[in-house]
């Protein structure tokens, strides 16, 4: 039943209510306006009424009852029977215009009396005065007529009517004023949707100024804007990792086919051997593709407070380096984190420094500004600062890298950063007084909340 859209329903809801409010109003007005009528009217009857009746009582009515109201009032001096003896000249020859005849006990009485049936219906306002106590007295009436527009409804009808127009009034101030909040709406609604039938790169029209429209607007285009750059991203990622991908397999088939159209002039062993380097190497990208996919889709359930410089000792020792590894482990350095992937981001860096370097690695960790700090050094080529943020995209590799055919695949640094990141931390290349590359990952560190001995009372 409630209408769909919101414009229909703050429409309906505007009506009703200015409906019930301007009826409740009305029907105040109804009810003053006929109070203050026949009240105003029953003190024309009163005093005209006393005036007879005090004639009548003294004896000093003569004649035909003088009208000062030009006919408005009807006075009628009736006697027990009801033959009308007195009256004024427009009350004469009619008939009483009341029955009600006054006991001895409430002499005065004041009421309305109609009589007819609509639409010719009419109403009087009416003072009875039985002159005296006697049970001969005789009663005087002074009536004035209601005016028609309170005896035949035409008051409620005219207030009725007023009510509806302004009910309409309110509903069609509400349309337009609602039609017009939310015509930008609409238009970000029907951009959207050809957005996402189209192509991302169009954007919704933005109303200037500060309202909450106008921030839903700028809201929706800078998530189209992230929306199109990860897709984009993921697009290119696709794109990479498939080329990344085709190598091994091409130089595994085309090593496998030569091997089957002349197995007389291959030696099959090293074709085996070839075709498992490629294999290995396939896994391996396959593997680290599976992992990026997968970091920081666990959420904080599955870390746990961890020693820095525990995990980093520990790391170090269990690795055979060929290099001289000189370690520098500040005592409890605590972060939180998943282990097995600080562990796998901090053997990435060793894997590369171990690669690059000319004969010694360095391992720090400390804490430094409220963060704990590891960084790995390394005294290699270094990596030159134009290339120290497109090393961590993925799948690139230096051409330092290409020429020792360090068979890395290109995904080790991606993959530490996006470990870093899911751990509220960051990863990034700096300078440092020798040559050599020096990567350093900062992270939150936990305060150990020391419990306060609480104070008993005996
Ligand atoms: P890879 O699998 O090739 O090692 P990474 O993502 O770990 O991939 O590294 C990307 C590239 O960054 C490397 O190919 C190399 O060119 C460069 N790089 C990484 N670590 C170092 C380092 N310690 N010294 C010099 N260059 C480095």
Redesign the pocket.
Known sequence: MRPRSIRARDTLIAAVIAALVLGVAAMGVDFALRTRIETDLLQGTQVEGRRVSGGVRDGTLEGQIADETRGRILIQVVEPGGRVTNATPAATDRPPVSRLWPSSNVRVRDYIECRGVWPNRECYVVEAIRVSTAPDSVVVYASERLPSYLVNGLLEVGLATAVLLLAGLAAWITWRIVGRTLGPVEAIRAQLAEISATDLSRRVPEPSGQDEIAQLARTANATLDRLESAVGRQRQFASDASHELRTPITALRANLEDASMHPDDNDLRAVVESALRDTDRLESIVTDLLLLARIGTGGTAAQEPIDLAELADAEIRRRASGRKVSVALAGRVTVRGVRMQLVRLLG?LLD??D??AESSITVEVTREDGQALLTVT?D????APADRER?FERF???D??RSRD?G???????IAREIARAHGGTLRIEDHASSG?RFALRLPLVTTLRRLPSARTR
Request: charged share 10%; net charge positive.
């Open positions: 990435n590369n420094a690669r690059y390394d290699g080529v270094g990596i090393v690139t590799r230096l330092t890298a360090a890395g695949t290109g995904l080790g640094l991606a590359a």
